[in-house]
């Protein structure tokens, strides 16, 4: 079975406006910034994105939302985006912040058949109690807000239950990848990579190194290949620094 596509173009033919991505990454690290700006070349519009974090200004998912590609996203932080900002408080996107223990545990849940579940993360805050502004008008009122959630206690402790997330595709990028669809992230690349993987319905993963089925080390696979639809072969995607340190 060969799940090779020929291209980026071929990859993500059929992300078409309105469409729900789930996309890896944390950050810069392990973005999958080849199938993104494939899907900016294609056109969509109205796009409703799962990620950790929306890019940075003129990378990663920062391009499709400085085109006005995104209508909807659902992430843990946003404090890199001079644009999303902009977006978000002039009534342009639409937010949901989740706790990031959360966002991860939902998407996992949802690539695991599981349309539910409770946690004590946000429990006497407005993640539960709701009222959370995800959208705004422009004028600084707030047009759309979370609702509140159900609340449930276990053994004396309260709980609140989150609602697992699947998506039409997801995008993720791993370090290798055989025919077969069974990926290998590299290290801290790994972050949200697997779990948005699994919670796609179709799911793309671009590659660095494309090997044959039988190379990868089965004890070794992160995403079985049962999870992937498509592959594509990216040996020499650009890798970018979120933020540059030194020492004296």
């Known amino acids: 079975m060969n799940k090779v596509v020929d291209s980026a173009d071929a990859a993500v033919r059929d992300v078409s406006s309105g469409?729900?991505?789930?996309?890896g990454g944390f950050g810069l690290c392990g973005i999958p910034s080849?199938?993104?700006a494939a899907v900016l070349a294609n056109g969509a519009i109205d796009l409703d994105v799962?990620?950790?974090?929306?890019?940075?200004?003129?990378?990663?998912?920062?391009?499709?939302?400085?085109?006005?590609?995104?209508?909807?996203?659902?992430?843990?932080?946003?404090g890199e985006n001079k644009e999303f900002e902009r977006?978000?408080?002039?009534?342009?996107?639409?937010?949901e912040l989740v706790p990031q223990g959360t966002l991860a545990e939902r998407l996992r849940a949802g690539g695991a058949g599981i349309p539910a579940f409770?946690?004590?993360?946000?429990?006497?805050?407005q993640v539960a109690d709701g009222g959370l502004p995800w959208r705004y008008d422009g004028a600084g009122a707030v047009v759309r807000m979370s609702p509140a959630k159900e609340v449930r206690e276990f053994k004396g402790r309260n709980y609140v239950l989150e609602m697992g997330?699947?998506?039409?595709?997801?995008?993720?990028?791993?370090?290798?990848?055989?025919?077969?669809?069974?990926?290998?992230?590299?290290?801290?690349?790994?972050?949200?990579?697997?779990?948005?993987?699994?919670?796609?319905?179709?799911?793309?993963?671009?590659?660095?190194?494309?090997?044959e089925p039988g190379d990868i080390d089965p004890m070794l696979v992160h995403t079985p290949g049962i999870f992937v639809q498509r592959i594509l072969h990216a040996?020499?995607?650009?890798k970018r620094i979120e933020k540059r340190t030194v020492t004296a």
């Open 118 to 125: 409770f946690t004590p993360a946000g429990v006497g805050t």
């Open 235 to 238: 040996p020499n995607v650009e």
């Open 19 to 23: 469409v729900s991505l789930a996309v």
């Open 34 to 36: 080849s199938l993104i």
């Open 50 to 78: 799962v990620s950790n974090n929306c890019g940075v200004d003129g990378w990663g998912l920062g391009v499709l939302l400085a085109a006005k590609r995104i209508r909807r996203t659902t992430g843990s932080y946003v």
């Open 165 to 211: 997330i699947t998506t039409d595709f997801a995008l993720v990028h791993a370090r290798y990848g055989d025919r077969d669809g069974n990926l290998v992230y590299e290290e801290s690349a790994q972050n949200f990579n697997p779990l948005c993987a699994s919670a796609g319905r179709i799911t793309i993963a671009e590659v660095e190194e494309l090997v």
């Open 87 to 95: 977006q978000y408080l002039s009534g342009e996107l639409e937010v």
